[in-house]
């Protein structure tokens, strides 16, 4: 019977140990692995929410809206004008917005009234701003190669058409080119409907002469339209939106056997593009000025692992059909800084059937085409890093890494990447540290469900979600002011300034383990070794840590030189003495000492 | 006459003070000269001397179960030193996460299923090896970790990260003296060959992870029958109550 007792107590006290996993969900990650709920990064501001239903968004026709998938901001170098494009997938419009995110008035009145053609109908349709639905081709600037490449509309036996006939052919496109541009007539002027377009970019390019050679000092700005469906790139003049250059299908040998569906693109400032075409695992494309293919750039590599290698060996053709390809992953999205390094996001790579390696889906391509992100934060920038086994990925098996959709990237070499999978925002600083998480997915107007673009708009994030039809803006927090102000000043290299805003934010939350860090360098700077040491252990940040200790042992050492000799040569002393007294044969230590 | 018994008697207690004093000091440095001798140059020599030393460690029965209790206590003091003093190069954990009874257990759960396990595969291939010589080999053999943490712990307070290696190589040191006199002593105790002592040691890695398995299991079985106790205790009082 007492047996029977002491079993059963010691059983009920095994139970109450007996571990209850939570879910994991926060705002950002601490060294360990743990979230921290009290920081929030970006918060929806209450009237940054633009959607179809809101009344800011009066003049745009709800059903051609109804897929939007990529935002651009562009700003002026000169005049410092703000304007927003964001395009429609399905309706193929160019939906183009002042800073604010009101539709753009046309500055050209014929051009508010925007004809568009469907189904082979014509309608007419009045828009208060600029939404333009097809683009002008004019014989002027494309060659008879570029004509013949060019695909248009929805059904492929169309060529171009104008507002009174399809499928013009050479000589009636070529007809009006003794008109000149202002004085032809609207039969005269012959247009392209683009399909599926699926990203949009604007940048200024060095400006070339007939022959192609640069003209010093000029440039060209450019509206790049990724006409997926049509396999082409539409470069368009930003101010009449009529058709200058056409990149199409490249001929490259490399390239041969595969179909270019440019996805999203970008360019740098010599009028190279970086392409990332749907369905081309080799890489970003990389393509002149002129629209050759050049090469591959930032190859996302799959390799096997040994074990799975083995395992490959004994597997029949059949078992290996069963498991799904192991393929590299292709880009999502890309985005350029000022100094030409390319943002790119991708999905985790697959390395076997139950395991994917998720350390490599952000990426910074320098412009030899090499990744030199930064990764030196607590976490490799991954997105969430803990996850809840219950319900998420369920669905999707093993795989539980975030899924980026878009990138952005500011003034100071901070990014934010936003996860489609929990309709979140990360935030990074240039060296790979978390800085902070923000919004949720969900089925307030203000949460994200399906982003497609993530844009900062000065401090702001602009966050264009599909499913929602909407443009979220997100306005940092007052804690995320200071952390942006404090990695500015750490980005400048302005130490001192930058430890008085993290001193700041530590107040705001002394468990934001960074702002010891930046708190600790400036320490460092000023040689306070041992107040650096307490605030980078507080950091968890060792190799400053140790940097701070080696150069606090090294100054101890020297101001202590004098004792550390005399105890060195001391004890060398006595060791070398213990040593000939053990060299003495013991009949002589008797003798010396004088015993018998 | 009586004056000089007075005398004796007088001296006596003295002596009899100082002699107990005697006594205590010499009983105390007894003990020193044990813990020295038996505690640490034992181990040492059958390190360095493995046949001979085992040879007593077994034959003559030098083992001691104190000292091996020793080595354990040791050995589980350390490792939550380890957690508290050791330098922030090496120790980022957090001193509020120490859990000294996990730690014990850390200790106490490997060491008890290795001793077990490999009784139970030696008994079979007749082993010479009791349990008892099991037990007090396998807390003998944490006396090259025990050492090695104990610098460990020092060296690791001087170093800067470029230095870590040095840390690393004696913690690696002591796990390979460890390991090292854990097979020997297998060899030594069970009065086995080199190639039969390896079989012996796969077999016993596997039985101990066939007990882990076994106590796993059990674990999670009561754990759902915990749960559903629960499940039924909640029931009744959001019910009724």
Same mark, same amino acid.
């Given at each position: 019977?007492?047996?029977?007792?002491?079993?059963?107590?010691?059983?009920?006290?095994?139970?109450?140990?007996?571990?209850?996993?939570?879910?994991?969900?926060?705002?950002?990650?601490?060294?360990?692995?743990?979230?921290?709920?009290?920081?929030?990064?970006?918060?929806?501001?209450?009237?940054?929410?633009?959607?179809?239903?809101?009344?800011?968004?009066?003049?745009?026709?709800?059903?051609?809206?109804?897929?939007?998938?990529?935002?651009?901001?562009?700003?002026?170098?000169?005049?410092?004008?703000?304007?927003?494009?964001?395009?429609?997938?399905?309706?193929?419009?160019?939906?183009?917005?002042?800073?604010?995110?009101?539709?753009?008035?046309?500055?050209?009145?014929?051009?508010?009234?925007?004809?568009?053609?469907?189904?082979?109908?014509?309608?007419?349709?009045?828009?208060?701003?600029?939404?333009?639905?097809?683009?002008?081709?004019?014989?002027?600037?494309?060659?008879?190669?570029?004509?013949?490449?060019?695909?248009?509309?929805?059904?492929?036996?169309?060529?171009?058409?104008?507002?009174?006939?399809?499928?013009?052919?050479?000589?009636?496109?070529?007809?009006?080119?003794?008109?000149?541009?202002?004085?032809?007539?609207?039969?005269?002027?012959?247009?392209?409907?683009?399909?599926?377009?699926?990203?949009?970019?604007?940048?200024?390019?060095?400006?070339?002469?007939?022959?192609?050679?640069?003209?010093?000092?000029?440039?060209?700005?450019?509206?790049?339209?990724?006409?997926?469906?049509?396999?082409?790139?539409?470069?368009?003049?930003?101010?009449?939106?009529?058709?200058?250059?056409?990149?199409?299908?490249?001929?490259?040998?490399?390239?041969?056997?595969?179909?270019?569906?440019?996805?999203?693109?970008?360019?740098?400032?010599?009028?190279?593009?970086?392409?990332?075409?749907?369905?081309?695992?080799?890489?970003?494309?990389?393509?002149?000025?002129?629209?050759?293919?050049?090469?591959?750039?930032?190859?996302?590599?799959?390799?096997?692992?040994?074990?799975?290698?083995?395992?490959?060996?004994?597997?029949?053709?059949?078992?290996?059909?069963?498991?799904?390809?192991?393929?590299?992953?292709?880009?999502?999205?890309?985005?350029?800084?000022?100094?030409?390094?390319?943002?790119?996001?991708?999905?985790?790579?697959?390395?076997?059937?139950?395991?994917?390696?998720?350390?490599?889906?952000?990426?910074?391509?320098?412009?030899?085409?090499?990744?030199?992100?930064?990764?030196?934060?607590?976490?490799?920038?991954?997105?969430?890093?803990?996850?809840?086994?219950?319900?998420?990925?369920?669905?999707?098996?093993?795989?539980?890494?975030?899924?980026?959709?878009?990138?952005?990237?500011?003034?100071?070499?901070?990014?934010?990447?936003?996860?489609?999978?929990?309709?979140?925002?990360?935030?990074?600083?240039?060296?790979?540290?978390?800085?902070?998480?923000?919004?949720?997915?969900?089925?307030?107007?203000?949460?994200?469900?399906?982003?497609?673009?993530?844009?900062?708009?000065?401090?702001?994030?602009?966050?264009?979600?599909?499913?929602?039809?909407?443009?979220?803006?997100?306005?940092?927090?007052?804690?995320?002011?200071?952390?942006?102000?404090?990695?500015?000043?750490?980005?400048?290299?302005?130490?001192?300034?930058?430890?008085?805003?993290?001193?700041?934010?530590?107040?705001?939350?002394?468990?934001?383990?960074?702002?010891?860090?930046?708190?600790?360098?400036?320490?460092?700077?000023?040689?306070?070794?041992?107040?650096?040491?307490?605030?980078?252990?507080?950091?968890?940040?060792?190799?400053?840590?140790?940097?701070?200790?080696?150069?606090?042992?090294?100054?101890?050492?020297?101001?202590?030189?004098?004792?550390?000799?005399?105890?060195?040569?001391?004890?060398?002393?006595?060791?070398?003495?213990?040593?000939?007294?053990?060299?003495?044969?013991?009949?002589?230590?008797?003798?010396?000492?004088?015993?018998? | 006459?009586?004056?000089?018994?007075?005398?004796?008697?007088?001296?006596?207690?003295?002596?009899?003070?100082?002699?107990?004093?005697?006594?205590?000091?010499?009983?105390?440095?007894?003990?020193?000269?044990?813990?020295?001798?038996?505690?640490?140059?034992?181990?040492?020599?059958?390190?360095?001397?493995?046949?001979?030393?085992?040879?007593?460690?077994?034959?003559?029965?030098?083992?001691?179960?104190?000292?091996?209790?020793?080595?354990?206590?040791?050995?589980?003091?350390?490792?939550?030193?380890?957690?508290?003093?050791?330098?922030?190069?090496?120790?980022?954990?957090?001193?509020?996460?120490?859990?000294?009874?996990?730690?014990?257990?850390?200790?106490?759960?490997?060491?008890?299923?290795?001793?077990?396990?490999?009784?139970?595969?030696?008994?079979?291939?007749?082993?010479?090896?009791?349990?008892?010589?099991?037990?007090?080999?396998?807390?003998?053999?944490?006396?090259? @970790?025990? *050492?090695?943490?104990?610098?460990?712990?020092? /060296?690791?307070?001087?170093? =800067?990260?470029?230095?870590?290696? +040095? $840390?690393?190589?004696?913690?690696?040191?002591?796990?390979?003296?460890?390991?090292?006199?854990?097979?020997?002593?297998?060899?030594?105790?069970?009065?086995?060959?080199?190639?039969?002592?390896?079989? @012996?040691? *796969?077999?016993?890695?596997?039985?101990?992870? /066939?007990?882990?398995?076994? =106590?796993?299991?059990?674990?999670? +079985? $009561?754990?759902?029958?915990?749960?559903?106790?629960?499940?039924?205790?909640?029931?009744?009082?959001?019910?009724?109550?």
């Amino acid at each position: 019977m007492k047996k029977i007792f002491y079993f059963l107590s010691a059983l009920l006290l095994l139970g109450s140990t007996v571990l209850i996993v939570e879910a994991k969900g926060g705002y950002t990650y601490d060294h360990a692995k743990k979230a921290i709920h009290s920081t929030v990064g970006m918060s929806a501001s209450k009237d940054g929410i633009y959607t179809i239903t809101s009344n800011a968004w009066e003049g745009i026709p709800a059903d051609q809206f109804t897929s939007p998938e990529d935002l651009f901001i562009f700003k002026h170098p000169v005049t410092g004008e703000e304007t927003i494009y964001i395009i429609d997938s399905t309706s193929n419009y160019l939906y183009v917005f002042d800073s604010t995110l009101k539709l753009k008035q046309g500055s050209d009145e014929s051009r508010r009234t925007r004809r568009y053609r469907l189904k082979g109908e014509t309608v007419d349709r009045f828009y208060e701003g600029e939404i333009i639905t097809r683009y002008e081709i004019r014989p002027d600037t494309i060659t008879q190669d570029e004509y013949e490449k060019v695909k248009t509309g929805t059904d492929t036996g169309n060529k171009l058409f104008s507002n009174t006939t399809d499928g013009v052919d050479w000589l009636t496109f070529t007809a009006p080119l003794q008109t000149p541009v202002e004085s032809r007539a609207d039969s005269q002027r012959w247009y392209i409907q683009p399909k599926n377009i699926s990203g949009v970019y604007r940048a200024l390019r060095p400006l070339r002469d007939e022959g192609g050679f640069i003209i010093e000092g000029e440039y060209q700005d450019v509206l790049y339209i990724c006409d997926k469906g049509n396999n082409q790139i539409l470069l368009l003049d930003p101010v009449d939106y009529h058709i200058i250059q056409v990149v199409s299908q490249p001929t490259s040998i490399v390239f041969e056997g595969k179909t270019f569906s440019p996805l999203k693109m970008v360019t740098d400032s010599t009028g190279r593009m970086f392409v990332i075409s749907e369905s081309v695992y080799e890489g970003i494309m990389q393509m002149s000025y002129f629209g050759e293919f050049m090469s591959y750039i930032g190859v996302n590599y799959t390799t096997l692992t040994a074990w799975d290698k083995f395992w490959r060996n004994f597997s029949t053709e059949e078992q290996l059909k069963k498991q799904s390809a192991i393929v590299n992953t292709e880009f999502r999205n890309l985005a350029i800084d000022d100094s030409g390094f390319i943002y790119t996001v991708s999905r985790a790579i697959k390395v076997s059937t139950y395991s994917e390696d998720p350390n490599n889906m952000i990426k910074k391509i320098n412009p030899s085409g090499k990744d030199t992100l930064v990764k030196n934060g607590y976490h490799m920038p991954i997105g969430d890093i803990a996850f809840s086994l219950a319900g998420s990925s369920a669905s999707d098996g093993i795989s539980i890494s975030s899924r980026f959709a878009g990138i952005a990237i500011n003034d100071y070499g901070v990014y934010t990447v936003v996860d489609e999978k929990k309709g979140r925002l990360f935030t990074y600083d240039d060296e790979g540290n978390l800085l902070y998480i923000s919004g949720n997915s969900g089925p307030e107007l203000n949460n994200i469900n399906s982003p497609t673009a993530v844009r900062y708009q000065g401090e702001d994030i602009l966050v264009l979600d599909k499913y929602n039809k909407a443009v979220i803006r997100f306005e940092p927090t007052d804690i995320a002011r200071i952390i942006n102000k404090a990695v500015e000043y750490q980005y400048n290299g302005q130490l001192a300034e930058a430890a008085e805003e993290w001193k700041n934010v530590v107040s705001e939350n002394p468990n934001y383990e960074l702002a010891y860090i930046g708190i600790g360098k400036s320490l460092l700077n000023e040689n306070r070794y041992q107040d650096a040491m307490a605030n980078f252990r507080l950091g968890f940040e060792t190799s400053y840590y140790s940097n701070a200790y080696q150069r606090y042992r090294d100054r101890e050492i020297k101001l202590n030189f004098t004792s550390f000799a005399v105890l060195a040569i001391g004890a060398a002393l006595i060791l070398v003495a213990r040593g000939k007294i053990a060299e003495i044969p013991r009949k002589d230590i008797k003798r010396i000492v004088g015993e018998d | 006459m009586e004056n000089r018994e007075v005398m004796t008697t007088e001296v006596s207690k003295k002596e009899k003070f100082f002699s107990i004093v005697k006594l205590v000091i010499s009983e105390i440095a007894q003990f020193f000269k044990f813990l020295w001798n038996e505690g640490i140059k034992f181990p040492t020599y059958i390190l360095f001397q493995p046949f001979k030393g085992f040879d007593e460690f077994k034959r003559y029965k030098r083992a001691k179960m104190s000292l091996a209790i020793t080595y354990i206590v040791l050995y589980i003091l350390l490792s939550i030193m380890d957690f508290h003093y050791s330098g922030f190069i090496v120790n980022q954990r957090d001193i509020t996460e120490l859990n000294t009874l996990a730690e014990i257990a850390y200790v106490i759960v490997p060491l008890a299923v290795l001793v077990v396990a490999n009784w139970s595969v030696t008994t079979l291939f007749d082993g010479k090896g009791t349990m008892k010589d099991i037990f007090l080999l396998t807390s003998y053999a944490l006396f090259p @970790m025990i *050492v090695a943490k104990f610098f460990g712990i020092f /060296v690791s307070n001087i170093i =800067v990260e470029k230095e870590v290696g +040095l $840390y690393h190589l004696i913690m690696g040191i002591g796990t390979f003296g460890s390991v090292y006199f854990l097979f020997v002593g297998w060899m030594a105790i069970h009065e086995y060959g080199l190639l039969k002592c390896v079989l @012996m040691a *796969v077999f016993t890695l596997v039985a101990a992870i /066939v007990i882990l398995f076994a =106590v796993l299991l059990l674990f999670d +079985l $009561y754990r759902k029958i915990f749960s559903f106790a629960y499940t039924v205790y909640r029931e009744i009082t959001l019910r009724y109550f």
